[in-house]
T-cell receptor, first 111, second 117 residues
Framework: TQLLEQSPQFLSIQEGENLTVYCNSS?????LQWYRQEPGEGPVLLVT?????EVKKLKRLTFQFGDARKDSSLHITAAQPGDTGLYLC???????????FGGGTRVLVKP | NAGVTQTPKFQVLKTGQSMTLQCAQD?????MSWYRQDPGMGLRLIHY???????DQGEVPNGYNVSRSTTEDFPLRLLSAAPSQTSVYFC????????????????FGPGTRLTVL
């Protein structure tokens, strides 16, 4: 069974500060996805990283896939209250269709 | 285009009761799945289907049944509800092929919050 550990579990920061969320595993994934989930809604895909060492930017969000494809990070620059939510990482195995989700990081950005 | 729809949004059951959680998608997606979400545990896969007539077990299938008679619908059945099944249930769908392909983005429904007393 492939496991994904996210850290921290909860993060509370002031508007304008930076934050980083980590997603780690001892297993290799063919790709890794990051989702954001708001209360009462389903997760929404933010990005998919596929290549080891890949860096993708989505406005103030920067996603990185580790060289060995076992870990990933999400960095938010100058966080805003609209960034508040539950961030989930999910890894796809080399073969098969099943995604493995991390436990999630709850981010609260206070104005 | 409604995307992925789930009904009901909330449900309270007594131990031993049965019910069906409905899921439908209008994107002609082949791949559909059911997840449960519990605090601190992310999303865990219950059952999934790669097309009409084909289903398979996920990580936590016990106590749940599924069927896929059409491309659009993928209901989840609880035959005899237990308090351990109290959770938020999400249905998701995507196109066939590797999940990392851009056109294979997975879409989630809004969820069903189930409480078993």
């Amino acid at each position: 069974t492939q496991l994904l550990e996210q850290s921290p579990q909860f993060l509370s920061i002031q508007e304008g500060e930076n934050l980083t969320v980590y997603c780690n595993s001892s297993s290799v994934f063919s790709s890794l996805q990051w989702y954001r989930q708001e209360p009462g809604e389903g997760p929404v895909l933010l990005v998919t990283v596929v290549t080891g060492g890949e860096v993708k930017k989505l406005k103030r969000l920067t996603f990185q896939f580790g060289d060995a494809r076992k870990d990933s990070s999400l960095h938010i620059t100058a966080a805003q209250p609209g960034d508040t939510g539950l961030y989930l990482c999910a890894g796809a195995p080399a073969a098969g269709n099943k995604l493995t989700f991390g436990g999630g990081t709850r981010v609260l950005v206070k104005p | 285009n409604a995307g992925v729809t789930q009904t009901p949004k909330f449900q309270v059951l007594k131990t031993g009761q049965s019910m069906t959680l409905q899921c439908a998608q209008d994107m002609n997606h082949e791949y559909m799945s059911w997840y449960r979400q519990d605090p601190g545990m992310g999303l865990r896969l219950i059952h999934y289907s790669v097309g009409a007539g084909i289903t398979d077990q996920g990580e936590v299938p016990n106590g749940y049944n599924v069927s896929r008679s059409t491309t659009e619908d993928f209901p989840l059945r609880l035959l005899s509800a237990a308090p351990s099944q109290t959770s938020v249930y999400f249905c998701a769908s995507r196109g066939q092929g590797p999940s990392w392909l851009p056109y294979n983005e997975q879409f989630f429904g809004p969820g069903t919050r189930l409480t078993v007393l």
